[in-house]
């Protein structure tokens, strides 16, 4: 008897210990915990997913045999990994992990690994593993002044701009934009090294981050204000208004792939939360919808039901959402309810209540409707499964976006019943409208 109970007893402490790792020891996920991460992963020289769970979550429970099978696919070409983030809080807290199942690949800069953003099956996990060990082999290859094959972009001089003392300020201090400005003298070798790095991320960056050059030779005017002493020298230019002030030391990496991940960085810090537009006009919901690659799109209560105070709290929901996914450059826009039928129709939006939520693809002509809490909870879960592929999506009523009325935007204030108009009922007698079967 003492012996079942020994032999019960193993049973389960071994069925807890693989409910709590969810992959069994003999599996390629490895079992990745704060002491041995950084020997493995950030020490390592190869390519790393890295997938942070928890045992009781659902969504990584139905994830094991996709994430086992990929695992299996990527053995010896990209190593596999799993963090209990529920035991190991202090390893995800140093990733920003905030849910389950959160996915990570640590591939050339391992200090920043980069959130998954593909499908949550085998096949769109190897394939983002595949692409980010290709771009390690690739950015080696240029590092060591190899070619890195016909389909990497090679980048156009042209798409650096030309700097000189006399237009630095016009172009780099009078621009709105982010500036990479390298200072160069033509005989440095380091300088000529850099040139085809320096050409390619200019082309990559195009409309995101301009790329500039100055000969410091030529131009010593510039080079002497900017504290210029060596070459190259790289300076950056945050957007927005600038003075000689604004320039701050580039510390990244000199390959095309370093400059355009940090430049992409530094982009993503310097971009604005959107605003939540009023849809007002057919101009407001096509600059939402047709413009970006995905709108918000949100039917608010009608100001009786929902006072001035009340609809600025979801606003403010809603503007905090935009900031948390404004990297996403999305389109936000609302209406008062019944102000825009055509909308809700279109979106099907009247049959859930108000208030409502609905995100729409204009290009495919698709959407999803918010079927959980409009709260900051309920709609960032929903976002964030919309954004890793996740979520059922049903095609759009109609060709094109709807006919939108034109109204007068909301002017902040609370609602009021509209004034009714005064009866005098001093001409009328009560008694002799009294009938005589009433007396």
Known sequence: MRGLSRLGLAFFVGFVTGAAALFPTSSNVVDLTPSNFDRLVIDGDEVWVVEFFAPWCGHCQKLVPDYTKAADALKGVVKVGAVNADEHKSLAGKYGIRGFP??????????????????????????????????KVEARMEKSGGSSGGGSKSGDSKDVIELTDSNFDKLVLGSDDIWLVEFYAPWCGHCKNLAPHWAKAATELKGKVKLGALDATAHQSKASEYGVQGYPTIKFFPSGPKDRLSAQEYNGGRTSSDIVSWALDKHAENVPAPEMKEIINEATLKEACEQHPLCVVSILPHI?????????KYLETLTKLGDKYKQKMWGWVWAEATAQPEVEEMLEMGGFGYPALAVMNAKKMKYSILRGSFSYEGINEFLR?????????????GASLPKVRIIEPWDGKDGELPLEDDIDLSDVDLDDDLSKDEL
């Open 102 to 135: 959160t996915i990570k690949i640590f591939g050339a800069d391992k200090r920043k690994p980069e959130d998954f953003q593909g499908a949550r099956n085998a096949n769109g996990i190897v394939e983002a593993a595949l692409k980010a060990a290709r771009s």
């Open 304 to 312: 009786l039901d929902c006072q001035s105070e009340c609809r600025n």
């Open 385 to 397: 499964d919309l954004s890793f592929g996740r979520g059922s999506t049903a095609p759009v009523k």
